[in-house]
Structure formats: structure tokens, C-alpha cells
């Protein structure tokens, strides 16, 4: 997309002392984007939309096609269970339905509303990469302790049983069901991402839509991925200690019970809440210490024993908590 400097376009007046050379060639786009459409809420609106449909769904393909190839199965947290054709298509669905109903006019009044406190949008050139990533890290870290927050309450009575169940229908999580949520869920812990922002922007006055685009597309990484089932050599938590990871966020969906958080696990260690999971790390490790002559295959199933061991304490600990019985579970 050219940006043409005698185009008619009203809007392309805001633009008028702008130095249009000396932009880079992303800057000179984002001018020639919002003179195109020439009313800024509507390109603001519809270009953080299809941002956000093609982050989503262009991270959450590629772990379909994981999903269908047997040779990364040695990585599947849960190997022996595979998200089939009909239970994507169904998780698809319900997706796209919140984000067509819930998260398109919560992107649509987001920005006017951030504009109105002080964010930039139209404007160029954009920050410097030593302006966005303390904001970034920033939301991480506010948005990762509201996730904490809300998510804990969310495995509590009336919220549990008619707005947190349906997340939890798959107890081994893939890539596309990371917002395969109840439309009042979406909203709740979405909030998370946009408190941060909303609050740095009140106070500070410098904050660009470009910095929640960065902010928004690492999120969906985090959440996907988190989602995937899978963990690699590779995977960050390998080299972040305190990075969560699909790792850690696996075991809440097969067992319903620990880890809250979704981007660090400092907050589950803080407040206790990853009791159940470091238990489970422990009986692990000590099988594996007490039977080191076992082969691959008998590691396999001694392993997968003892997933289904954690895996139906967790059960109990969800039926409880959905017939209102939470207090007696005997699971921590």
C-alpha cells in the first residue's frame, strides 16, 4: 500500500507536518492505512481486529498439523490423547463465536477509549524498542497476576459450574481451545490483557497502539502455546525457570486442580496454589529415581499410571467443586 502525498483524503491533513522520508517502511504503511480508510476508528478498530483473527488462528494452525503428525507425539504431555477432527470444528465454533460476539466490540471501544486517556494510534513515527519492552514485560506481569486472580475464582461455585466448565471439557488442552471459553469467561480474564495498558496510558500519556499490537500478538503466543500440549527441549520453559509453559498449564487442565497462572509461576508458588502439581513432580521424580533400569517403554506407563492416578483425584476435585462440595475435596 503506496501512501501518496496529493491524495484528497481529508485525513491525510493530520499528516501534513510529517516528515514522510525520514519513516521507516512499516511507519509509511500505518500513513498510508489510515489515510486509506480515512476515518481512524474505523481503521483502528478493523486493522486490531483482523490482527488479533490472524495472530490467533495463524499460531493456533500450525499446532493442528503437530496435532496430526505421529512424530512429535514423544513430546504430547498427554500422548494418549489426540484432539480429533470433530472436537477442533466444535472448539473452532465456539471460538469464533466470542470472537465475533464478545472480543470484536471490546477491540472496537477499546481504542477510542485508550485514544481518549492519551494512546496514540495514527500517529508516527512509532516508539523506540527501549520504550516498549519495560511496557511490554509490564503487562505481562499485571495481566499474569489478574489471570492468577480470576482464574482462581473462577474454580469457585456458581462461576465454576456456569462459566469456567466449558474451558475445562478438554483435560488434555490443544492449541485452537486456548479461548475456547464461555463468552463471560473471554471478557473476565480479557480484561487482564487491557487493565495494564488502560492504567499505563491514564498515567504516563505514552503509550502506542503499536505496543499492544506487540503486547496482544506475544499474549496469544503465551496462550496458545500454553494450550499446545505439547513440551520441547526447546520449549521456554527450559530456559526461563519461571516461564509456565504448556508444561505447567497442562497439568490444571488434566487434573483441575493448581497452577492459575498462565505466563510465570511465581504466583502458584506465593500463594500455594501449585501444591497438587509439585506433588506430582515428586512422585515422578522418585519413580524414576527408585527404577532407573526401567526401559523407555515401562517409563511410559508408569508415567501414564500415574497421570490417571492425579488425573481422576482431580475428577473428585472438579465434581466437588461443581456440586458445591469444594471444602471436601481431598485433593490440594
Not at 499528516?15 to 486509506?36: F, I, K, P
Not at 486493522?47 to 512424530?71: C, K, N, Q
Not at 515428586?282 to 499410571?305: D, I, P, Y
Request: hydrophobic share 45%.
Amino acid at each position: 500500500m503506496a501512501f501518496n502525498a496529493t491524495t484528497s483524503s481529508s485525513f491525510s491533513a493530520v499528516y501534513t507536518d510529517t516528515d514522510l522520508l525520514s519513516l521507516n517502511w512499516a511507519e509509511r504503511q500505518w500513513v498510508a492505512w489510515y489515510v486509506w480508510i480515512n476515518n481512524p476508528v474505523i481503521a483502528t478498530g478493523l486493522m486490531s481486529f483482523l490482527m488479533h483473527e490472524i495472530v490467533y488462528f495463524g499460531r493456533a494452525i500450525p499446532w493442528i498439523i503437530v496435532d496430526a503428525t505421529p512424530f512429535f507425539r514423544r513430546w504430547k504431555l498427554q500422548p494418549t490423547k489426540i484432539p480429533t477432527a470433530k472436537e477442533q470444528w466444535e472448539c473452532t465454533k465456539l471460538v469464533l463465536f466470542s470472537h465475533f460476539t464478545v472480543e470484536l466490540p471490546t477491540i472496537w471501544l477499546f481504542h477510542p477509549l485508550a485514544e481518549a486517556i492519551g494512546m496514540s494510534t495514527y500517529q508516527v513515527p512509532f516508539p523506540s524498542w527501549q520504550t516498549m519492552v519495560p511496557q511490554v514485560l509490564l503487562f505481562f506481569f499485571v495481566e499474569d497476576f489478574w489471570h492468577w486472580a480470576a482464574h482462581r475464582a473462577l474454580h469457585v461455585g456458581v462461576l465454576y459450574k456456569y462459566i469456567h466448565k466449558i474451558h475445562h471439557k478438554y483435560p488434555a488442552p490443544f492449541g485452537l481451545a486456548a479461548e475456547y471459553a464461555h463468552p463471560a469467561e473471554v471478557l473476565i480474564l480479557g480484561t487482564g490483557t487491557l487493565i495494564g495498558p488502560l492504567f499505563y496510558c491514564y498515567f504516563t500519556q505514552n503509550l502506542h497502539i503499536v505496543t499492544m499490537y506487540i503486547w496482544i500478538t506475544l499474549r496469544l503466543f503465551q496462550t496458545i502455546d500454553a494450550h499446545s500440549g505439547y513440551d520441547f527441549p526447546w520449549s521456554l520453559q527450559h530456559i526461563i525457570p519461571f516461564w509456565a509453559g504448556a508444561e505447567h498449564h497442562d497439568f490444571h487442565h488434566m487434573t483441575f486442580t493448581s497452577n492459575f497462572a498462565t505466563s510465570f509461576r511465581w504466583w502458584d508458588r506465593l500463594f500455594g496454589t501449585d501444591v497438587n502439581y509439585l506433588r506430582y513432580r515428586e512422585r515422578l521424580r522418585k519413580s524414576v529415581a527408585a527404577n532407573k533400569a526401567m526401559t523407555k517403554e515401562e517409563r511410559l506407563v508408569m508415567e501414564q499410571r500415574l497421570m490417571e492416578q492425579f488425573e481422576a483425584e482431580g475428577a473428585v476435585a472438579e465434581a466437588d467443586v461443581y456440586n458445591g462440595k469444594e471444602k471436601k475435596s481431598k485433593v490440594a
